[in-house]
């Protein structure tokens, strides 16, 4: 998956055809102030721009008063910052959910498909490059430079079928916490807050065709999410703990210690247990990784039974066994055997 962190500092770069910068495409090709957006459209910018940098500026140039075109689908859900996850086979064998019918697309999609809808008068192209949907019409959402993007809910119907139902689940449960996710018309929800909430989602949910597959897709993916979530990897754990029939936790438990507040991301309070995911910052940074130790031992200190996982926790089926009879046994329950899957 591209991992490129994509920036919108300064003012958007004027895109234009050859014919309206009045000049000829070679001439474009041997300035380097001049960029090339897609086939016949160019912008002044120092750099070339990135995929999602080029998709913005596309869909800009793209809308006419008679035509309402915005990003959509994985492009729309990138450009909102939402995790797109990736289609881990073996984290569907080990959820029993289905792959995704277009599973094997969805790396192409991100790195070299731009997704946009129209609505209004028909938009239509042969760049293989471009992946155009007519909209739903549901209401527009900001996006940076003046970008205009389809409901999230709608991107995620969208991209349903390149997406497993736990990275749906994943990108539900960011939408959920992320404020930065706001719609173009102005609204009541207090600054700071996330605008979207469960209710909201329901309702944008109700409003689609209730027998479309990608529609289901997400109504599904909707009812496993779980306030607040701040990971994919969050979710992923958890979803593998109610897949073993063990209690769901509470997301991001809030634990007061002599030495400040400490949020737990799977947490069974009653029993003073919790289980929490160090990612790749716990292994790339060392000044993190000591203060997550000492942390760590203060909450012991307090009487928290902790697990600590890693990646290969959740991956491979011998250490995921270990660590669910490690909580069924904190928990006094027994997990349901882990089905046997290929890490």
């Known amino acids: 998956m591209d991992e490129t962190i994509t920036t919108y500092r300064g003012p958007r770069p004027t895109t234009n055809t050859p014919k ?5 495409t070679q001439q474009l090709i041997r300035d380097p102030s001049m960029q090339r957006v897609a086939h016949g459209l160019w912008c002044r910018a120092d750099a070339p721009p990135d995929s999602l940098q080029r998709a913005v500026l596309l869909q800009r140039h793209l809308h006419r008063p008679d035509r309402l075109v915005r990003l959509t689908g994985i492009t729309a859900l990138q450009v909102m910052g939402v995790p797109i996850g990736s289609n881990y086979g073996w984290a569907n064998r080990a959820l029993r959910h289905p792959a995704p019918s277009r599973a ?3 790396d192409r999609q991100l790195r070299d498909v731009t997704h946009l809808s129209w609505l209004g008068a028909r938009c239509q192209t042969r760049d293989p490059a471009l992946a155009l949907s007519k909209s739903y019409g549901m209401e527009s959402f900001a996006g940076p430079w003046g970008a205009t993007l389809v409901h999230p809910v709608e991107a995620l119907v969208v991209a349903a079928p390149f997406m497993s139902r736990w990275a749906l689940t994943a990108a539900l449960d960011a939408l959920l916490v992320d404020p930065h996710v706001q ?3 102005p609204s009541t929800t207090p600054q700071g807050q996330p605008f979207l909430t469960a209710s909201r989602i329901h309702a944008t949910l109700e409003a689609l065709p209730p027998t479309s597959r990608a529609v289901v897709a997400v109504r599904k993916a909707m009812r496993a999410t779980l306030f607040p979530t701040f990971s994919p990897m969050e979710t992923l754990t958890r979803l593998m703990v109610v897949a073993a029939g063990l209690p ?3 997301m991001n438990h809030r634990v007061h210690t002599p030495r400040g507040d400490s949020l737990l991301d799977l947490a069974w309070p009653a029993t003073m247990t919790a289980v929490e995911f160090n990612g790749r910052v ?3 940074n060392h ?7 000492y942390r760590n031992e203060v909450l012991r200190d307090l009487g928290w039974n902790l697990r600590i996982l890693v990646f290969d926790d959740l991956r491979d089926p011998h250490r995921a066994a270990a660590w669910l009879s490690w909580l069924g046994r904190q928990l006094g329950t027994t997990p349901r055997p882990v089905t046997p899957f290929r890490p």
């Open 248 to 250: 769901s936790p509470v």
């Open 183 to 185: 719609p173009v018309e």
């Open 20 to 24: 309206a910068w009045e000049r000829r």
């Open 104 to 106: 094997g697309d969805l």
């Open 287 to 293: 000044q993190a990784y000591k203060d997550e130790m």
């Open 282 to 284: 716990h292994s790339q």
